[in-house]
């Protein structure tokens, strides 16, 4: 079953964030674009190197409108622990979700039941509080930043012009489609 168009339920669940403990819940998504970056767990082999290149990114998700949420199954007293012993997560300026009791991992769809972790899953969220976008890896592929910018580049210009569309590998102030009348029934 798709999650395209599936809203958010209600959460709240800890952050590490800005090096404090917060809290985030539905309510600070909605009205702009958000992203939700799933990942296994902290101290592990390729995580790292998908939020370091995140953050390696993320003035560009900023300056969108976008905000990344980082989340693992591990509590946010272990992020902490992970940003003071790695040099890469120690970059980390957006925050990092705790989801130890699995709320965000079971709306989201992407619950490892037998490890009690999550896969990783990618989900762009809309300012309405829906996913529009998604993606789920197998454990041992990584992400790439620069794609998921040009993802949330080519939503965000649909959701604008909503009678254009993005072709494969667009990029911002490419050529877009506008489908014919004749056309929309095959898209």
């Not at 900023?62 to 970059?91: N, P, Q």
């Not at 899953?121 to 998604?134: C, H, L, M, R, S």
């Not at 998921?148 to 080519?154: F, I, N, S, W």
Request: charged share 25%.
């Amino acid at each position: 079953m798709s999650l395209i168009g599936k809203e958010v339920s209600e959460f709240k669940v800890h952050a590490f964030y800005k090096d404090e403990f917060s809290t985030v819940e539905k309510k600070d998504i909605m009205g702009k674009w958000s992203v939700f970056f799933f990942y296994p767990a902290d101290f592990t082999f390729i995580c790292p190197t998908e939020l370091e290149d995140l953050q390696n990114q993320y003035s560009k998700f900023k300056d969108l409108g976008c905000e990344i949420y980082a989340v693992s199954t591990d509590s946010h007293f272990v992020h902490k622990a992970w940003k003071d012993a790695s040099e890469r997560i120690k970059k980390l300026e957006y925050p990092m979700l705790a989801d130890p009791t699995h709320t965000l991992s079971y709306d989201f769809d992407v619950l490892i039941e037998s490890d009690g972790q999550a896969e990783r899953g990618t989900f762009v969220v809309n300012p309405e509080g829906k996913i529009v976008a998604y993606e789920v890896n197998a454990g041992n592929v990584g992400r790439n930043a620069e794609e998921l910018l040009r993802k949330v580049q080519a939503l965000q210009f649909v959701a604008e012009h909503g009678d254009e569309v993005c072709p494969a590998k667009w990029q911002p102030g490419s050529d877009t489609l506008k489908p014919s009348l004749d056309l929309v029934g095959i898209l």
